[in-house]
């Protein structure tokens, strides 16, 4: 794939991801328990429980303490440490499958105590993501960060875990849900599942999001939204970015109304409704979901290698960095792996290369022809070994190096770290005083009756493109209107403008909520004395999509000249079956009989 077939940022960033392999880590903090404490305890036991759902064999006794162990059972490698200390007490686990011979797939949990004033936290990390997608499902963090959560509360974000989709049932929880659509500091995606508009089953739809969210624990939220408000969504972000009809749509934070349909993906009933096509349609939102989340978290979380012993991580260090023993002699090469790991107790200062032989007195065995010492014979291989053995000191000091300008580099990206946070603080504070004041100035605007999103036109051939990207679902333009526009003499193109803009807010809002829809006579808020009056001998039959409608309103401006440079008249009706209005002709007067 090259960059030239991306149609949206996911599928660039889905791109760079794959190609990265990051890790997706998912952290939520640990909320007091019945006794008023953190429930640390019981999330260890619920994690040891999760990992033994895994395993062949039983776990060892030092399992259920909560104490550092290590367990193989041929196809699962399963290490667990425990580090307490001024720091915090730390727990960790590392489980590694080796189900499939040319990869491994591996879970990290950990459960942090930290000793300073941070929360309680339990992380759970799968590396090479998103190649880790085909892992069984228990072994992601949604599964895991649900099972903990059944034995123990959790917090993210400060607000409790979600563990089930949330139904709209009223327009009070409507109003609520757009509100988090487009709330600009939403940090998780949001999966909008809807109501089939004919032959749909409740209990059917409710039981398949339970399934979706349980998939997407901890990185997403799932709404069920049933079909009489996906009207209400399409009035407030358009059809455009809307969703209905079964379908599913995942809404990434940072939407708005302007945003890019490709960067929010939708799924139709077609697809979603069969067993196979629901399966694949979720683990498609799961990729997605997950690859924001590994784009937009912090790189900094506690893992499973920060939680090791010191001389632990030094010897992992070591053996990371054993690419260039391969420049070294095979011998040394294995010598510098056999250093890596514990040291064990040296034994003895000395070792014998053979019998030990006493000369007889007198003799003169053993001493050399100066009289001065006795000779030691060299075993064989004497020399090749003190190579080795120096060649592996100053590889050894190599790494001792390396590790000490890694440290250094940490602690500077460390600073950098703050200092960027203090900018994106700062960034924050600025960015929400420019949208107050941008919703200060689209208040005033749409007082004006403008749109903020799209100035009025100025001429009649921006009319068509206009009503479609600002109009769109509210009102449509007729074909005799599409022609007409091209050659007509009426002056004011802005005046034509705000009065379909009337006809696609007010005039369309008050159908909807029950009104009249008329608002009879003089229009308040338009200028020049618009009015909106019956037709009159004016009015005339209109085909429209193989029916026929009775066009007997029109919006007309004050006066009665025929001129048509100055007489505006827009005819219209009310399409009830598609919720829009009808622009049948304008802007000219039409013949009648009458006229």
């Excluded at 007309?556 to 001129?563: I, L, P, S």
Aim: glycine residues 10%.
């Amino acid at each position: 794939m090259t960059e030239s077939t991306f149609t949206s940022l996911e599928q660039l960033g889905a791109w760079e991801l794959a190609a990265k392999g990051r890790a997706l880590h998912v952290t939520a903090q640990i909320a007091a328990g019945a006794d008023g404490r953190p429930a640390v305890g019981e999330c260890r036991t619920a994690a040891i429980d999760c990992i033994g759902r895994r395993l062949a064999g039983e776990l060892p006794r030092k399992a259920s303490r909560h104490r550092s162990f290590h367990f193989d059972d041929g196809q699962t490698n399963c290490r667990v440490v425990r580090q307490r200390s001024g720091r915090g007490d730390f727990w960790a686990a590392r489980v590694e499958s080796r189900a499939e011979p040319d990869r491994a797939l591996v879970t990290e949990i950990v459960v942090a105590a930290p000793g300073d004033e941070r929360e309680p936290t339990v992380g759970v990390r799968v590396p090479g993501w998103p190649a880790s997608a085909g892992q069984a499902q228990e072994t992601l963090p949604p599964a895991v960060l649900r099972h903990i959560a059944g034995a123990a509360p959790l917090l993210q974000g400060g607000d409790a875990l979600v563990l089930d989709p949330a139904a709209v049932w009223t327009p009070q929880e409507m109003h609520e849900f757009i509100t988090t659509l487009v709330d600009p500091a939403r940090s998780l995606p949001v999966v909008v599942i809807t109501e089939p508009t004919l032959g749909g089953d409740a209990r059917a739809l409710l039981e398949r999001s339970a399934r979706v969210a349980r998939a997407l624990t901890g990185l997403a939220t799932v709404t069920v939204l049933p079909q009489r408000f996906t009207y209400t969504l399409s009035d407030t972000v358009t059809k455009t970015l809307s969703v209905y009809d079964g379908a599913w749509r995942v809404y990434l934070p940072g939407f708005s109304p302007q945003a890019r349909r490709f960067d929010h993906p939708v799924y139709l009933r077609d697809r979603v409704e069969t067993a196979d096509g629901f399966e694949a349609t979720t683990q498609e939102v799961l990729r997605i979901v997950g690859d924001h989340h590994v784009r937009t978290t912090e790189g900094d979380q506690l893992r499973f290698d920060a939680v090791l012993p010191r001389k632990d991580r030094l010897a992992d260090a070591a053996l990371g960095l054993a690419a260039p023993w391969r420049r070294l002699p095979a011998a040394v090469s294995a010598g510098a792996a056999r250093l890596a790991v514990r040291p064990r107790r040296w034994m003895g200062r000395r070792r014998a290369h053979g019998p030990a032989t006493t000369p007889a007195p007198g003799s003169g065995a053993g001493v050399s022809s100066g009289g001065t010492a006795p000779e030691v014979p060299q075993p064989p291989g004497t020399k090749t070994r003190k190579t080795e053995a120096a060649a592996l000191r100053k590889e050894l000091s190599g790494v001792r190096r390396d590790l000490q300008a890694a440290r250094k580099k940490s602690e500077t990206l460390a600073g950098e770290r703050d200092r960027a946070r203090e900018l994106e603080a700062a960034a924050r504070e600025e960015r929400q005083g420019a949208e107050r004041e941008a919703r200060r100035l689209e208040g005033l605007v749409r007082f004006l009756g403008g749109d903020p999103r799209t100035p009025f036109p100025v001429a009649w051939d921006e009319i068509p493109k206009w009503c479609e990207s600002t109009l769109e679902g509210r009102v449509v333009l007729a074909e005799p209107v599409l022609r007409g526009l091209r050659g007509t003499l009426f002056e004011d193109v802005g005046l034509a403008a705000i009065c379909l803009h009337w006809l696609g807010h007010e005039y369309r809002d008050a159908r909807l909520h029950g009104g009249d829809g008329h608002l009879y006579g003089l229009v308040p808020g338009l200028a020049a004395g618009i009015r909106n009056e019956r037709c009159g001998g004016d009015s005339f039959q209109f085909d429209w999509r193989g029916e026929k409608h009775q066009v007997d309103w029109h919006l007309k401006n004050g006066g009665n000249t025929r001129d048509p440079r100055r007489c505006l008249r827009v005819y219209y009706f009310w399409d009830a079956s598609r919720r829009e209005v009808v622009v049948a002709s304008m802007p000219s007067h039409r013949r009648s009989a009458l006229t």
